[in-house]
C-alpha cells in the first residue's frame, strides 16, 4: 500500500521537539524519557530520513538523574540541548522542502477499496489498486479513471492467460501483415503482454469476443469505458468528478466481478 503520514504525527514531533529544546532546570528523568523516545519514533514514522540520522546519537544517550529526587542532572540536559540543537537545524532543512497534500480519503468508493475482498489480485495489480485509490483521495480524476482502468484490464488479461491462453493465441495467429506474416508472436508468460508491439487493449477484448469467452454484453461495455478511457487520457475539455471517477471504476468492478471473470 502507498505510504500516507497521518498530521498527527507531525503535531506529536512538533510537541516533543518543543518539550526537547525548552527543558528547564527540574526535568523529570521518566518523562524526559519518553518524550525523546517519541520524538526519535515519531521522526521515523515522517519519513524525515536526513533528521533521523541527525538523532541517531539521540538514541544511545544517557540520561542521568540526580539520586532521590529523579529529576535529571543539569549536565545532562545541557549535553541535550546541544544535541537537539544540531536535530534541529537538519530538521529544519529537511522540512524546508517538504510540502503536504491533504489526501480525501472520504472520496474514493467503497467497493474500490474491498475489492481485494471480492478477487484475488496480483502483486502488480494491488499496486495498480493502491495507485488508484491515492488518485481519488488526490483529486486527480484524471488518473484515477486511467488507473482503474489499468488496473480492471490487466485482470481480465490475467485471466484470459491463465484459463484461455490457447484459444487465445489460436486466434492471436490469424491477425497477420500485409505479406500474411504474422502480426503478433504467440504469447507464451505474461510478460510477453510487455514486449514491443504486443496486442493492444482492443485487440485484446476482441480476440476475448471472437472465441466467445466474452460475451456480447460485458464486451460492449468493456469497449465503451476503453472509449472512456481514451477520452480522459488525453487533454480535452472533458472535467472528470469525483463521482463520475467513483462510478466508472465501479462500472469496471461490477464488470470483473462478474461473469465470466469470476
Partial sequence: ???????????????????????????????????LNAFITTIDKCELSATKAAAESLRSFNIVVHQGLETVHRDSISSLKTMMATVESVMDHEASSRHAITLNTTGVSPRLRKLPTELSLS?????????????????????????????????IRQWAFDIHLAAFNGELATYTKKGGASR??????????????????????????????????????????????????????RLPTASKANAYIEELIDIITGPPFK
Fill in 1 to 35: 500500500m502507498l505510504k500516507s503520514t497521518a498530521i498527527t504525527e507531525y503535531i506529536i514531533l512538533g510537541k516533543c521537539y518543543r518539550y526537547l529544546s525548552t527543558l528547564g532546570e527540574y526535568v523529570p528523568g521518566k518523562e524526559l524519557s519518553k518524550m
Fill in 184 to 237: 503478433y508472436r504467440p504469447i507464451t508468460t505474461y510478460e510477453d503482454f510487455f514486449q514491443p508491439d504486443p496486442p493492444g487493449e482492443r485487440t485484446v477484448l476482441d480476440i476475448l469476443y471472437d472465441i466467445n469467452v466474452v460475451t456480447e454484453i460485458p464486451f460492449n461495455e468493456l469497449c465503451r469505458h476503453l472509449r472512456y478511457r481514451n477520452n480522459y487520457a488525453h487533454p480535452n475539455f
Fill in 123 to 155: 502483486e502488480s495489480q494491488t499496486h495498480l489498486l493502491d495507485e488508484t485509490i491515492r488518485c481519488l483521495e488526490c483529486e486527480s480524476y484524471r488518473a484515477a479513471i486511467v488507473m482503474g482502468w489499468n488496473l480492471a484490464f490487466d485482470f
